[in-house]
Nanobody, 124 residues
Framework: QVQLVESGGDLVQPGGSLRLSCAASGFPLDYYIVGWFRQVPGKEREGVSCISSTDGSTYYADSVKGRFTISRDNVKNTVYLQMNSLKPEDTAVYSC?????????????????WGQGTQVTVSS
């Protein structure tokens, strides 16, 4: 069964860190580009980060650049999003997908697999 499962969301204080995981099953995740997206109720979904499947290039929204890092572990068939210096405005449901935000031209295959999302809440 083809599946993407996110985990790692939690309640964290401002300035804290979280690492989100996007684990794939049923297919080789390293074949595809992988993007992280986030959405707050009532707002449009925002592309947060993306990683290529060919050359390892990474892409970040300006709002997270310098604080978030995307990476792959091909052995574990997983992509991670390390989030540091979290701010209240980072609060959202974070989802991963085998595609990336259209603002970036990313080398590699894309497909329409999506995870169910994980909640990140940044609050004191």
């Amino acid at each position: 069964q083809v599946q993407l499962v996110e985990s790692g969301g939690d309640l964290v204080q401002p300035g804290g860190s979280l690492r989100l995981s996007c684990a794939a099953s049923g297919f080789p995740l390293d074949y595809y580009i992988v993007g992280w997206f986030r959405q707050v109720p009532g707002k449009e979904r925002e592309g947060v980060s993306c990683i290529s499947s060919t050359d390892g290039s990474t892409y970040y929204a300006d709002s997270v650049k310098g604080r978030f890092t995307i990476s792959r572990d091909n052995v574990k068939n997983t992509v991670y999003l390390q989030m540091n210096s979290l701010k209240p405005e980072d609060t959202a449901v974070y989802s991963c997908a085998t595609r990336c935000d259209g603002r970036w031209v990313v080398r590699g295959l894309s497909r329409g697999y999506w995870g169910q999302g994980t909640q990140v809440t940044v609050s004191s």
